[in-house]
C-alpha cells in the first residue's frame, strides 16, 4: 500500500503561481513513477506532468514552458510548480503514484482555481 498526501492549490490570479506537492509514504519502494493530474467536472482524469525514478520528465502540451515537476530527493516527495497560470487550468489536482505490478493509488485531490 501507498498513502499520497497533497499540499498547496488554492486561488491564484491570471499568469499568477501556485505550487502543489505531495508527500507518499508506505511501501514507496514500490514506486516507479509519479505525476500530477487533473480533472474538471464531466470530463476525464489527465496526465498533467509525470516523472520516474531516474528523474525522466514528461509534460502535457498544454503546460510545457510553465509547469515543472521535481523530485525532493527521491521520488516519495514530489512538487509541481505551476506558472504563468490560465483559467484553463482550473481544476483538481490529484498526486498518482504507478507502482511494480500496475497498481496506481490516488491522492484525495487539492482544488486549483485560477481568475481570469
Known amino acids: 500500500q501507498v498513502q499520497l498526501v497533497e499540499s498547496g492549490g488554492g486561488l491564484a490570479q491570471a499568469g499568477g503561481s501556485l505550487r502543489l506537492s505531495c508527500a507518499a509514504s508506505?511501501?514507496?519502494?514500490?514506486?516507479?513513477?509519479m505525476g500530477w493530474y487533473r480533472q474538471i467536472p464531466g470530463m476525464e482524469r489527465e496526465l498533467v506532468a509525470g516523472l520516474n525514478r531516474d528523474g525522466l520528465t514528461q509534460y502535457a502540451d498544454s503546460v510545457k514552458g510553465r509547469f515543472t515537476i521535481s523530485k525532493d530527493g527521491s521520488i516519495d516527495m514530489v512538487s509541481l510548480q505551476m506558472n504563468n497560470l490560465e483559467p484553463e487550468d482550473t481544476a483538481v489536482y490529484y498526486c498518482?503514484?504507478?507502482?511494480?505490478?500496475?497498481?496506481?493509488?490516488w491522492g484525495r485531490g487539492t482544488q486549483v482555481t485560477v481568475s481570469s
Open positions: 508506505g511501501r514507496v519502494f514500490t514506486i516507479f513513477f
Open positions: 498518482g503514484a504507478v507502482v511494480g505490478g500496475g497498481g496506481h493509488y
